[in-house]
């Protein structure tokens, strides 16, 4: 196993075997004695030590030796202190969602070594997705187009007004809609792939848990198992939505994660939740026509202003949504199975002993979310998590209680929530640990969400800001192709009058997904001559 590796001391020897090294350990007879003890355990001789520690017999430490071609690694997974020096990666990322890709592929830019590593685990309706994480795949975009298909449905209605004469009755097809919209999803998740290729970032699909310090094991769909090591880790594992507890949640109900692939028109529909997540669902689900319900445990929006809550909710009930009030599901149960088929809720009073039963033929769970943090063995390598929430807690500088390993995005604790952060922080906090940027001139086509479905003038809009170096980087021009360019100009015109600076762009938050978050996101220099070709959002 080369230099790295040597004979330790033994208490007996295979017959016929040559002499074994012999050195007293440190400390005298009591280690000597343990060392004894240990070796006497083992199966076969020589028992192999690595620095002073015993890693295993020959035939165990050959083994591993064949299989992995890796000192280091064997001495990881037993857990020795790695050699410096010797990493398979200057990072890994453990995550592949809005965070853990902008951190992948800003570490690139510095020719640093880098791999990303994610794995969805599929929900128990059984969906699973590709590269990109919540947003992309199971959130902000598909939730969007979802929304636009039902905004098109007001607009034929308002159309009348407005002349046109519609002669032949128009109906939603879920299935055209679902799969115009996985099929959008499926080019951003190949664009993620190509990107990563495109800056030497290697992505395994495969799900990453810590078993030393500086090693993480990777096991993909197929169950084979390697491991990887690195000097530097990132976790960004984003959250997966809870749920009740309660008898038929898992397996007759469904989450946000099923919603946007589902197979069939969910029908009649009970939405259980109260969150953004829940409000938006049951609104196009709604504005496409269905029947839907909104169970509540005490108010709407819990944490926003209740102003606004409550109009959103009087509006949602005006047009077609109705609302249980202060009840929770206890019971679910199968009444018919179909796609959908129909289920039996039962429901009790937050406030009293009265029971409510109601059929439905889909039941959405949207009552919050976990973060992916108690099964990648953080506790393997002392990496501290809050016990009740799951959420790492880190520094001003996105840096865990151990030095070497950082967290983005949604698993923090006290952070905020929302893609834009976790791109930015991914960002940031490369930039920190390998380099400053010095440039004039930010550019990048992007694309309106709006044109991707009828994939109508990709990469024709265009977005550029020019910065004085010498002045703090403050911005001192702005251009914009695109629709609503006007109104978009006017908005940034004040900042730019107000001294808008480069980092203070960089650090605002963007709404997602709009054509002017794409001011906030930009990090490819016209100097740099780097693509800027937009495959997705």
């Known amino acids: 196993m080369g230099s790295t590796l040597r004979k330790s001391q033994a208490v007996r020897q295979a017959p016929g075997s040559a002499p074994l090294e012999r050195r007293r350990p440190a400390g005298g007879a009591p280690k000597l004695r343990e060392g004894q003890r240990e070796a006497a355990a083992e199966t076969s001789q020589p028992v192999v030590s690595v620095r002073e520690k015993q890693i295993g017999d020959h035939e165990r430490t050959l083994k591993a030796h064949k299989e992995e071609d890796n000192p280091q690694k064997t001495m990881e997974a037993n857990g020795l202190t790695p050699v410096p020096d010797s990493y398979d990666y200057d990072l890994i990322v453990i995550g592949g969602g809005s965070g853990g890709l902008a951190a992948a592929k800003e570490a690139a830019k510095y020719e640093k070594k880098v791999m990303v590593l994610d794995f969805v685990t599929p929900t128990p309706q059984g969906s699973s997705w590709g590269l990109g994480g919540t947003c992309v795949n199971v959130g902000c975009i598909p939730k969007k187009l979802m929304h636009q298909a039902a905004l098109l449905g007001q607009a034929l209605q308002d159309s009348r007004k407005f002349g046109w004469q519609l002669t032949e009755e128009v109906k939603h097809s879920w299935m055209t809609m679902t799969e115009s919209v996985q099929n959008y999803i499926g080019s951003l998740n190949w664009g993620y792939r190509v990107a990563l290729r495109d800056t030497k970032v290697t992505y395994e699909n495969a799900y990453g848990e810590f078993v030393g310090p500086h090693t993480i094991k990777a096991t993909n769909k197929k169950g084979i198992e390697k491991l990887y090591t690195a000097e530097r880790f990132i976790i960004a594992t984003g959250e997966r939505p809870r749920y009740l507890g309660i008898p038929g949640d898992k397996e007759y109900c469904i989450s946000s994660d099923d919603l946007f692939s589902l197979p069939y028109c969910p029908g009649k529909t009970l939405v259980v939740g109260a969150s953004y997540v829940a409000l938006e669902c049951a609104g196009f689900l709604a504005g496409l026509g269905l029947d839907v319900t909104v169970m509540v445990r005490s108010i709407l929006l819990r944490g926003f202003d209740q102003d606004m809550a409550n109009k959103i909710g009087e509006y949602m009930k005006e047009h077609g949504v109705n609302f249980i009030r202060e009840f929770v599901p206890i019971k679910v149960e199968q009444v018919e199975e179909g796609t959908p088929g129909i289920l039996k809720v039962t429901a009790k009073s937050t406030t009293g002993d009265q029971m409510i039963e109601g059929e439905y033929n889909t039941v959405l769970l949207a009552i919050g979310r976990d973060p992916c943090t108690r099964k990648i063995g953080l506790d393997k390598v002392g990496v501290n998590i809050n016990e009740k929430t799951g959420k790492i807690p880190v520094n001003d500088e996105e840096q865990t209680n151990v030095p070497h390993i950082y967290a983005v995005g949604d698993i923090l604790q006290g952070k905020l929530e929302l893609t834009p952060v976790a791109i930015q922080a991914g960002r940031l906090l490369v930039r920190r640990l390998y380099a400053g940027e ?100």
Do not use: M
Request: glycine content about 8%; aromatic content about 8%.
């Open 438 to 537: 010095t440039t004039k001139v930010y550019h990048s086509h992007f694309w309106p969400l709006e044109w991707t479905v009828p994939s109508r003038d990709n990469n024709k809009c265009y977005a550029k800001i020019i910065c004085n170096i010498q002045d703090n980087e403050r911005v001192i021009g702005f251009h914009v192709l695109g629709p609503n360019a006007g109104e978009v100009t006017q908005g940034f015109a004040a900042a730019i009058k107000c001294g808008l600076t480069k980092e203070q762009l960089d650090s605002t938050i963007g709404i997602h997904p709009v054509c002017a978050e794409v001011f906030t996101n930009l990090s490819v220099t016209k100097r740099s001559g780097e693509d800027i070709t937009v495959s997705g959002c």
